[in-house]
């Protein structure tokens, strides 16, 4: 699986100006919460920083912190290519 940390490291965005980069990322970010994946794993942060306190405290919030982000990391890094991609073949079939 590729991460994408920044808009220029999905190959469908490099044909476009920078505008449109921008907003075709940007709705493709707004879709994401549509779906459940994406609010379990917001759910994940707050819930695995709790379950770090009572592990372990204040070293283990940072722990639970770290492990929630990477379980959202992973979500938005597998949903957010799939809505780029849709984005950008509706954006195709418009043009024709």
Do not use: D
Not at 4 to 29: C, D, K, M, T
Not at 44 to 66: F, H, K, R, T
């Amino acid at each position: 699986m590729k991460f994408h940390l920044s808009f220029e490291g999905i190959s469908e965005l490099y044909e476009l100006s920078p505008r449109e980069r921008q907003r075709v990322w940007g709705a493709a970010n707004r879709q994401l919460y549509r779906h459940w994946q994406m609010w379990l794993a917001m759910a994940s942060c707050p819930l695995c920083a709790y379950i770090g306190i009572m592990l372990g405290g204040v070293v283990g919030a940072a722990i639970g912190i770290a492990l929630g982000l990477a379980i959202l990391s992973q979500v938005v890094a597998r949903l957010l290519p799939l809505h780029v991609r849709t984005l950008l073949s509706e954006r195709k079939t418009q043009s024709i």
